[in-house]
């Protein structure tokens, strides 16, 4: 058990309104990822972090900001959801340096958009 | 950017046949790989991976993928498929872009065990 919990599990929002989804990790992993599962699609990443206050946008970020002010907790913001939002979201931490070590994820948060 | 490509989006057989899950990636110079499952309701868990070294490798549970570098795969492959084995699989490259190895995910090939 790689000791990350993401909250909510499920949340219903509408259109319009900003979107909070918590990753918090155990472990004090310095790699953090945020990822969208959609039927067809699989995984894309949308933000990851290599560190405190250290973070980059991955392919699909438009719409979503992050923040990392503590180690073990990463932050995804859905600044104005949308129904294009609608998605299972996946924390995922790295248990080495990020060189080739494999990922560890959370349950995911599952995100209705109304 | 990496792509990796999954050549299959399902898979149906029965239980205990064999079964081959595809996957290709796009080249580069140094890459590492990686098969994840994913149950239903859960988030993915790392099957098995492929570093460095002997270009067969496998899992506690009896799947195994070979690195093929000339032709860019990394099959999976199990003998003798369980009902248990019905998920969804995940096949993953990282490479170094920018300094940091993202991690770049297939879209999935759903396996699907018949009794």
């Known amino acids: 058990d790689a000791g990350i919990t993401q909250s909510p599990r499920h949340k219903v929002t509408e259109t319009g309104t900003p979107v909070t989804l918590r990753c918090h990790q155990t472990e004090n992993h310095r790699y953090m990822y945020w990822y969208r599962q959609d039927p067809g699609h699989g995984l894309r990443l949308i933000h990851y972090s290599y560190g405190v206050k250290d973070t980059d946008k991955g392919e699909v970020s438009d719409g979503y900001s992050v923040s990392r002010s503590k180690t073990e907790d990463f932050l995804l913001t859905l600044e104005s959801a949308t129904s294009s939002q609608t998605s299972v979201y996946f924390c995922a931490i790295s248990e080495g340096t990020g060189y080739g070590s494999p990922l560890h994820f959370g349950n995911g948060t599952r995100l209705t958009v109304t | 950017a990496q792509s990796v490509t999954q050549l299959d989006s399902q898979v149906p057989v029965f239980e205990e046949a064999p079964v081959e899950l595809r996957c290709n990636y796009s080249?580069?110079?140094?890459?590492?790989l990686f098969w994840y499952v994913q149950y239903p309701n859960q988030g993915l868990q790392l099957l098995l991976k492929?570093?460095?070294?002997?270009?067969l490798v496998e899992s506690i549970n009896g799947f195994e993928a070979e690195f093929n570098k000339s032709q860019t795969s990394f099959h999976l492959r199990k003998p003798s498929v369980h009902i248990s084995d019905t998920a969804e699989y995940f096949c993953?490259?990282?490479?170094?872009?920018?300094?940091?190895?993202?991690?770049?995910f297939g879209r999935g090939t759903s396996l699907i065990v018949h009794p």
């Open positions: 993953a490259v990282s490479d170094l872009t920018g300094g940091s190895y993202i991690p770049t």
């Open positions: 080249s580069s110079v140094s890459v590492y």
């Open positions: 492929y570093l460095s070294g002997s270009t």
